[in-house]
């Protein structure tokens, strides 16, 4: 058996190890159980306000449908915290079979993590599903999961972009256009105006991550990282990346138009409470918003900076087989290939918000009847020729990430300004780049 063995970077402290494992709860590897099926778990990030009712019942369904695989869920908090406890349980010996892995870490999960190939998977068990990934994936979809190195780490599973939802309600009464903003500046305008004319919140802008903080710096202009061959250099800081960090901290602090919260399940309770007017964040959480807002809810395509181009990183994740153990490994693959069905494909997109990652979703009458009564997803689809890669950055992946999440905190916190934050994080940033 050919299993590709990837170096755990980092040698996990005594401190994680033990929050990790109590914290979380040790659950041990999955493996054959008395009554003879597989047990496999699978990893998520997907909350009950973000398709954890749809995980629940993908699992639900598969489990019925046959007697030799039982797959179990566990919910993580985040993508980062996820990989955080794949650390530990891994040391500890008790790996999960799946994971879900955002696109941000397909430079750091490959080099970082042991894992099958979905391509070795079906060489080494499943011939017959030779042309699976090509029949059901769209090149450059594939690709998405592909690292620098031409790796396919998983099997594309969730895609999103940030669009622009807004309370068309609270627009007319500030006497704003129920179309909603055109542009960045009427954006601020439009926020501002909210702000005075009603002593509400103009706007909340997805915190949490790095997700909508890239989309905001490439569409001013900005270059998170640029490659020369095979140098990385952290660019952001740049005269247009300033420039539009600027607006949106003004907004935060002069206009006081804007909410600052890192958590972004309380700025999604801010804007289904009708606190808000704006709100910048995935599509993916078009069906919570819809479930919870009791006014005219919208959406529109993310605001474009005057003279560039819309740069909307793609969002969402793929899977990774991290199974150890061969039977394992086959049994994560059946249960991908059941994700990936064309219904419930359409499923995951009706439950989540998500953009259809399959060819064959389209083909799907549940899609279908989702986009019909769903016109909150045509923003998301309008802007899927602007999606960018969400940065991978390359050598300690996640302090950069979190260098980056520290460093809109301490601008939008007032502790810093705009270009003392910038010039050093993107130092700090590069250090770890080149870690």
């Known amino acids: 058996m050919s299993y590709k063995k990837r170096a755990i970077a980092a040698v996990l402290s005594a401190a994680l190890m033990l929050t990790a494992l109590t914290g979380c709860g040790s659950i041990a590897s999955a493996d054959s159980g008395d009554d003879g099926k597989v047990k496999i778990q699978y990893w998520h990030i997907n909350s009950e ?20 695989i039982e797959v179990e869920g566990r919910f993580n908090s985040s993508y980062d915290e996820l990989l ?3 650390q530990a ?13 955002s696109w941000s870490n397909i430079e750091y999960f490959p080099a970082n993590f042991s894992y099958i190939s979905p391509e070795e998977v079906i060489s080494n068990y499943f ?84 997700w909508v903080l890239q ?12 490659r020369d061959g095979d140098t990385a250099t952290a660019t952001f800081n740049s005269e247009k990346g300033k420039a539009a ?78 199974a150890q153990e061969e039977e394992e490994q086959k049994a994560a693959w059946e249960f991908i290939k059941f994700l990936c069905s064309d219904d419930n494909a359409a499923k995951w997109v009706a439950g989540t918000g998500y953009v259809p990652s399959t060819k064959g979703a389209e083909n799907s009458q549940i899609l279908k009847d989702y986009l019909e009564q769903n016109p909150l997803m045509q923003a998301a689809m309008d802007q899927r020729a602007d999606a960018v890669q969400w940065t991978a950055w390359p050598g300690s992946a996640l302090e950069a990430q979190q260098a980056l999440i520290d460093m809109r905190d301490q601008i939008l916190g007032g502790t810093k300004d705009v270009s003392t934050a910038m010039d050093e994080c993107q130092a700090k940033v590069q250090g770890f780049i080149e870690d």
């Open 49 to 68: 306000n973000q398709g954890g009712a749809t995980v629940q019942e993908f699992i639900d369904e598969f489990n019925a449908s046959q007697d030799k």
């Open 84 to 86: 955080k406890n794949l």
């Open 89 to 101: 349980d891994t040391a500890a010996g008790n790996a999960p079979s799946i994971v879900q892995v």
């Open 127 to 210: 011939p017959e599903d030779e042309t699976f990934l090509t029949d059901t994936f769209d090149e450059s979809i594939l690709n998405l999961a592909r690292n620098s190195e031409g790796t396919l780490a998983g099997v594309p599973y969730s895609i999103s972009n940030p669009v622009l939802f807004y309370n068309a309600d609270l627009l007319r009464d500030a006497g704003l256009s129920e179309d909603g903003p055109q542009n960045w500046d009427e954006f601020v305008s439009f926020a501002k105006t909210v702000k005075e004319k009603t002593g509400k919140y103009g706007a909340y802008l997805q915190e949490g991550d790095t």
């Open 215 to 226: 989309a905001v710096l490439e569409s001013g202009g900005a270059s998170m990282l640029t």
């Open 245 to 322: 960090m600027q607006s949106y901290a003004d907004m935060v602090l002069t206009d006081e138009s804007a909410v600052h919260l890192t958590n972004l399940d309380d700025g999604l309770k801010a804007f289904n409470d009708g606190e808000v007017a704006m709100c910048i964040c995935s599509i993916a959480k078009a069906t919570n918003i819809i479930n919870s807002a009791n006014f005219d809810v919208r959406s529109t395509t993310f605001p474009t900076f005057d003279g560039e181009d819309r740069a909307v990183p793609a969002g969402g994740c793929y899977l990774a087989i991290t």
